[in-house]
């Protein structure tokens, strides 16, 4: 695979003297296979990617645009893009499936008149839209697995496998826990299961591009914000066994000396580990070619769900049980969950929870850890245990203040299905929802946009 930077920017474009060695383009990275030609997000630097396309291409292209989700910074060069304005052109375009609003609506909103003077509809290229949850499918000869990130957004990480090699784009991700400093991934298993997955994710990938928009000393402004220290990406590269690792998504205030020393303290940490990845700081223009001759592909677990164009189950409303004695946290929850047009079912105590649970079925429990009565980790066991596969098997999120490795650790032998750390922002809790109902089948609350394929 050949693989070209074309924005590493994190958040918002930054173009000038203190960031001409990484760029100023925000994230798109551009990936060959053969003939296949995918584009990895659409922010500013699709600008000149899509020129030099033009340019090079006097006959119209087909290509592939995976978006990891729609913030702006991933999506502001899509009506920049000038494969689109060509006729005869087709490009399929993937991006996470979001509740109420279908991919078209969404990147067609940036494009209303009050802020672009183009019309989504009037592009000249046959654009085909299609909106993923967690699977595999197949782009030409690539692979493509996809696995939910932590953001306050749907987001997707991708996985590209082709010719016996993989490359991994996993940006705007924050880890799920938020010990790793006192229990490294790379000294053993992190305890947050959804963090066992992430590495699961990143396993012997030949290539890691990985949000880095923060430092260590930086992160505790930023809980919930989204986004990894680097530090911390590159312990998740060290488990994963990756064997290089870039680090993307640079913070728009890191100018490329601080970029450079960042790099550097990513490159002794993980010297002190068996076997480190090659690390370097992704740099707009900068050229990869990923090969390993006779490379096995390393298969993932649980992953097995089909994804682009899986026509999803369309049901009603999903119910989502609330437990937590807290009235403050009990309101934002509500504010936060309702407006979605979830079904929202609250309980102020743990054997409440319980009762309500055991009459109706909800598709998603969140559960307080400290309750008066039966506490989270007590009702999480009780449901675990019941005959009723429903309750034995509905995902169950733990919010708690805790967050010590052997307080996640006790979180997930109960049961729990996730573990989120208070505090954190309602929309994390919302997009980890969102990815258990579609996990589970039940993310569409209202009829899913027809795919136009
Ligand atoms: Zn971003
Ligand atoms: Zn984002």
Not at 83 to 98: H, I, K, M, N, T
Not at 181 to 193: F, I
Not at 428 to 451: E, I
Request: charged share 20%; aromatic share 8%; hydrophobic share 40%.
């Amino acid at each position: 695979m050949r693989i070209r930077f074309w924005g590493t920017r994190g958040s918002i474009a930054k173009p000038g003297p203190s960031t001409v060695r990484y760029g100023g383009n925000t994230s798109c990275v551009e990936v060959r296979a053969e003939d296949t030609l995918i584009v990895l997000d659409c922010g500013t630097g699709a600008h000149e990617l899509g020129q030099q396309i033009v340019a090079a291409n006097p006959e119209p292209v087909r290509g592939h645009l995976l978006i990891s989700h729609t913030h702006w910074d991933h999506i502001q060069g899509f009506p920049f893009f000038a494969p689109l304005f060509r006729a005869g052109s087709e490009w399929d375009v993937y991006a996470p499936r979001q509740r109420g609003r279908s991919l078209q609506e969404i990147l067609g909103g940036q494009m209303n008149y009050t802020y672009f003077p183009v019309p989504l509809g009037e592009l000249a290229a046959t654009i085909r839209y299609h909106e993923l949850t967690e699977g595999e499918f197949e782009l030409g000869n690539v692979r493509v697995t996809t696995r939910y990130l932590n953001h306050p957004a749907p987001v997707l990480g991708y996985r590209l496998e082709a010719g016996g090699v993989s490359v991994v784009y996993a940006t705007d991700h924050e880890p799920y826990s938020r010990h790793h400093t006192e229990k490294r991934p790379a000294d053993g298993a992190p305890v947050h299961a959804e963090d066992k997955r992430h590495i699961a994710f990143l396993a012997g990938a030949d290539l890691v591009i990985h949000d880095a928009q923060y430092t260590l000393e930086e992160y505790p402004e930023h809980l919930s914000w989204g986004h990894c220290p680097a530090e911390w990406a590159v312990d998740f590269a060290v488990a994963a066994k990756a064997k290089r690792l870039a680090l993307y998504h640079h913070d728009p205030s890191r100018t490329d000396r601080a970029v450079e020393s960042l790099l550097t303290r990513c490159r002794q940490r993980a010297a002190t580990q068996a076997d480190p990845p090659e690390i370097f700081a992704a740099a707009e223009g900068q050229y990869l070619v990923v090969v390993r001759p006779g490379a096995e592909t390393p298969s993932l677990a649980g992953s097995g769900r089909p994804t682009a164009d899986d026509p999803m189950t369309s049901s009603p409303e999903a119910t989502i049980l609330v437990a937590d004695d807290d009235p403050d946290v009990m309101a934002v929850l509500l504010d936060t969950l309702e407006p979605e047009g979830f079904r929202v079912l609250s309980a102020n105590n743990g054997d409440a929870a319980l009762a309500i649970a055991r009459t109706e079925h909800p598709d998603v429990i969140v559960l307080d850890w400290m309750m008066p009565g039966l506490d989270g980790l007590q009702v999480c066991r009780a449901l675990r245990a019941d005959p009723d596969s429903r309750l034995a098997e509905v995902p169950v999120v733990l919010i708690t203040g805790r967050s010590d490795a052997t307080d996640t650790a006790a979180g997930f032998d109960a049961g729990v299905t996730d573990y989120l750390t208070k505090p954190f922002k309602p929309s994390v809790l919302l997009a980890r929802l969102h990815a258990w109902l579609l996990r589970t089948g039940r993310g569409a609350s209202s009829p899913p946009p027809t795919p136009s394929r």
